[in-house]
């Protein structure tokens, strides 16, 4: 977590001084870039921050040790099957709907079906037949 925190504070020592050359060399005319930087490096020292913090409360963690092995955390990360194809499905469907979004809108509601039956045979796929819990 040291390390993420580390990384995520950094951004702030990038991104700020990236702001400032992009406004100078835009004469701080351009209403989006500089702004947009300078929240950019607040956003990663905030997130940096609430990491640093969260080190300080706990400590070191498995992820931290690079000999650390996964089945030293504390919690599970959970199942993920490995041959399903419903995940495929709603992805299917999510770019369908975007689709629609960019072609026209009439597309959305097909992507949403196609999303929509994906995401229940996702959730019920151990729930009967071959494979249930």
């Known amino acids: 977590m040291k390390t993420s925190a580390l990384i995520f504070m950094s951004g702030l020592v990038f991104f700020t001084p ?5 406004g100078f060399l835009t004469d701080f005319t351009e209403l989006v870039g500089f ?7 607040l956003m990663a020292m905030m997130i940096g921050g609430g990491l640093w ?3 300080r409360r706990i400590g070191r963690i498995p992820a931290d040790d690079l000999e650390g092995e996964i089945s030293e955390e504390p919690y599970e990360y959970g199942f993920y099957s490995p041959w399903s194809w419903w995940p495929l499905t709603v992805a299917a469907g999510g770019a369908v709907a975007f689709l ?3 072609v026209g809108m009439w597309i959305v509601p097909f992507g949403a079906v196609i ?3 994906g995401l229940v045979g996702l959730v019920y796929e151990y729930d009967r037949g071959n494979h249930a819990h």
């Open 35 to 41: 702004p947009a930087m300078l929240l950019l490096g």
């Open 115 to 117: 999303a929509i039956v």
């Open 100 to 102: 629609g979004v960019a």
């Open 53 to 55: 913090l969260e080190h």
């Open 18 to 22: 990236v702001a400032f050359i992009y």
